[in-house]
């Protein structure tokens, strides 16, 4: 589902254990509750968004902020960002 207050833009939360993602909704929670009322670990969903238009990848969500884990609503460990890069381009570019 893409939100319609950002037409080509969609919000997505990356299980990178698993390298699922569930997209759309208004607010990562929204698809981080998918994923784990699907079994998924909290410590491996992080959030992001994809721009359909551009294929830019973000990785910015407050479901990133953990205390004692991530201080930042961006991803910063590069490993992170690479296994989200390679399971959002996955599901939106194939």
Excluded: C
């Excluded at 080509?8 to 569930?22: C, F, H, P, Q, R």
């Excluded at 973000?58 to 479901?63: A, D, E």
């Excluded at 902020?65 to 930042?72: A, D, N, V």
């Amino acid at each position: 589902m893409v939100q319609e207050d950002y037409p080509g833009y969609v919000k997505v939360v990356v299980d990178v254990e698993k390298k699922v993602l569930a997209a759309g909704g208004q607010w990562h929670a929204d698809a981080e509750k998918v994923l784990l009322g699907l079994g998924s670990k909290q410590e491996n969903l992080w959030g992001g968004a994809m721009d359909l238009e551009t294929g830019e990848v973000n990785y910015v969500s407050l479901i990133n902020l953990r205390p004692g884990i991530s201080q930042s609503m961006e991803v910063i460990d590069v490993d992170v960002r690479d296994v989200m890069r390679e399971v959002i381009y996955r599901v939106f570019k194939e």
